[in-house]
């Protein structure tokens, strides 16, 4: 046990012995911290109904009011455009739906013709049903009134006809207005809902940020673990070992407490720096707390003692640690949220454990999950670390 603290000694005297090494052990963190929770603080205020992208060739009172009420939709939200505009972005897939309003769409419904509208989606988004189903829903709300209206024309006509277009015209306005006005205050007895979960817990761009720079800026550090292994060999030090009663386990050993202590406590200055200026709730459980930041502590160490039987150079290795941090926390959505990712995508990054240490953190911050919630991602970051940690013992080399 003595050796192995001796050589967490010696790597956290060798990981501070420059000053600048508290620029990304701290500073940095934190301002980035600051920058991406303004960020995201920003869109979560920004209209995140799904858009239906609407041409309106008519131009009617009736339009103008189907494209009102689909506004007042809780689920999509209406952008009129041009016919070319609005096929553009709908073949650029920045919207599930396109809906147009043909030419005639008020006078023919005031004939008592069906219209039907024009409305393509797009079939590889999963929202699409959702926007079809509350475009229909808004038809309805317009057409429900229309069609009582038209009705009480008929009535009306067979009881005493009409001395012309005019007056029936008239009696068909004060009619529609009637109805509206009776649909309007009549009592809900359907509800709509989304098929999509929902998530009673509001977003907050401080937690986010607070989680996600936590993760990249301690795993950027805990894969530089493979800078040491291969300074190490440049330097001979590892050769020397061998003429030591040193053992590759205690070395190895050794090296992840270094670097896991080192983590750990990076982690906690973060989460308590959250706590207080951000006032980030991290859940009433600190047990789940700290087993998601052990486990991701552990998984990052061993990838970076896997990543250390890969590279060559202490140089090669450190560019390899930060472009491999940025790029796993990328995909683990610690810059931006994974429910922006396509679903594929989303399926796919749970392959990286940067995901899974998101997810519970996430989960602990914003949703105040307890133990039992996020062990299921506690177990997986486990598993990351063993399977890294053998990984690498298998492939380690003195020389």
């Excluded at 501070?16 to 701290?26: D, K, N, Q, T, V």
């Excluded at 024309?153 to 306005?173: L, S, W």
Aim: charged share 15%; glycine share 8%; net charge negative.
């Amino acid at each position: 046990m003595s050796k192995i603290l001796s050589i967490a000694w010696k790597d956290t005297q060798l990981r501070f012995a420059s000053r600048s090494e508290i620029l990304f052990f701290l500073l940095l963190p934190i301002l980035f911290t600051v920058l991406v929770g303004q960020f995201s603080g920003e869109q979560s205020d920004a209209d995140r109904r799904e858009v239906v992208l609407v041409v309106n060739q008519d131009g009617s009172a009736l339009a103008t009011d189907l494209i009102d009420t689909i506004n007042r939709s809780t689920t999509i939200r209406a952008e009129v455009l041009a016919a070319g505009e609005a096929a553009r972005r709908f073949d650029d897939r920045d919207a599930p739906a396109l809906v147009t309003i043909p030419a005639g769409f008020e006078a023919t419904l005031r004939s008592g013709q069906p219209v039907e509208l024009a409305m393509e989606t797009d079939a590889t988004n999963l929202n699409a049903l959702v926007v079809e189903q509350g475009v229909r829903a808004a038809a309805g709300v317009v057409g429900r009134p229309l069609a009582a209206a038209l009705l009480s024309v008929d009535q009306a006509e067979q009881v005493r006809p009409f001395t012309g277009d005019a007056e029936r015209i008239v009696f068909f306005d004060s009619s529609l207005a009637a109805a509206r006005d009776l649909t309007a205050i009549a009592p809900v007895r359907v509800e709509t809902t989304s098929a999509v979960e929902t998530d009673n817990s509001s977003f907050n761009g401080y937690a986010f940020a607070s989680s996600g720079q936590l993760i990249i800026w301690t795993l950027i550090p805990l894969l530089g673990t493979s800078v040491l292994f291969a300074f190490e060999r440049e330097t001979g030090t590892l050769q020397r070992l061998l003429t030591t009663a040193t053992r590759k386990s205690t070395y190895l050993s050794g090296v992840v407490t270094g670097q896991l202590g080192m983590g750990l406590v990076q982690m906690a200055i973060l989460v308590v720096f959250g706590a207080l200026v951000f006032k980030i709730n991290w859940g009433e459980n600190p047990v789940a707390l700290a087993a998601v930041l052990v486990a991701f502590g552990l998984a990052a160490a061993a990838m970076g003692v896997m990543l250390g039987t890969l590279v060559k150079t202490s140089r090669q290795a450190n560019g390899v640690s930060i472009l491999l941090g940025m790029t796993l926390g990328l995909l683990g959505g610690c810059m931006w949220p994974l429910e922006f990712f396509p679903p594929t995508l989303q399926r796919i990054v749970h392959l990286v454990p940067t995901t899974w240490a998101m997810e519970a953190l996430t989960d602990i911050s914003v949703r105040g999950a307890g133990l039992l919630q996020v062990m299921p991602n506690v177990i997986v970051l486990l598993g990351f670390a063993v399977l890294f940690f053998v990984l690498g013992v298998w492939r380690f080399r003195y020389e």
